[in-house]
């Protein structure tokens, strides 16, 4: 008789523990979304916008999403008012402004380009490439859109 009793408190005590649990899981909430104004101003900038992924980091909403038929990389921050601060976009080579190919020829000649991207912040616009070569460094190197080198590590 007593191992049943205690068998019976230990179901209740199983039972009541999941049902803390229950109640507690039932508390918790999921966090908010992007502010309306963020959202519209999103929309309104990329309607043809694929796969949208949002992120809040510190007081900025990141989003990460893809456009086109090749599926485009793209990452936007924006302010909680809906004002867009970045943009970063993968890009094809012949989307490279010609300044910044001729840049790329001339100092690294022989170099294959294994990525590009355009950043734009404020309107203008940072084209950032890796710099792949057989037997040398790789390279990643950013421009501006008259060729100017802005910055250049190692890879």
């Known amino acids: 008789m007593e191992h049943s009793n205690i068998i019976a408190r230990a179901c209740g005590l199983v039972i009541a523990t999941g049902s ?10 999921q966090p908010a979304g992007p502010p309306e104004a963020v959202t519209a101003a999103f929309n309104q900038a990329f309607p043809n916008a694929m796969d949208v992924e949002w992120k809040l980091r510190g007081t900025q ?3 990460e999403f893809e ?3 090749f599926f485009t990389d793209h990452e936007a921050w924006y302010d909680a008012t809906g004002k867009l601060l970045r943009h970063e976009e993968e ?3 012949s989307d490279l402004p010609a300044a910044v190919a001729n840049a790329i020829a ?3 000649p022989g170099y294959a380009i294994d990525d590009a991207e355009r950043i734009t912040m404020d309107g203008a616009a940072t084209y950032v490439v890796d710099l792949e ?3 040398q460094p790789d390279w990643k190197v950013a421009y501006d859109d008259a ?8 890879d």
């Open 67 to 69: 456009t086109g038929l």
């Open 133 to 135: 070569l057989k037997g």
């Open 20 to 29: 803390l649990f229950s109640a507690a899981n039932a508390q918790i909430t």
């Open 147 to 154: 060729g100017k080198q802005l910055q250049k590590a190692q």
């Open 106 to 108: 001339k100092e690294f």
């Open 91 to 93: 890009i094809s080579t």
């Open 61 to 63: 909403y990141k989003v």
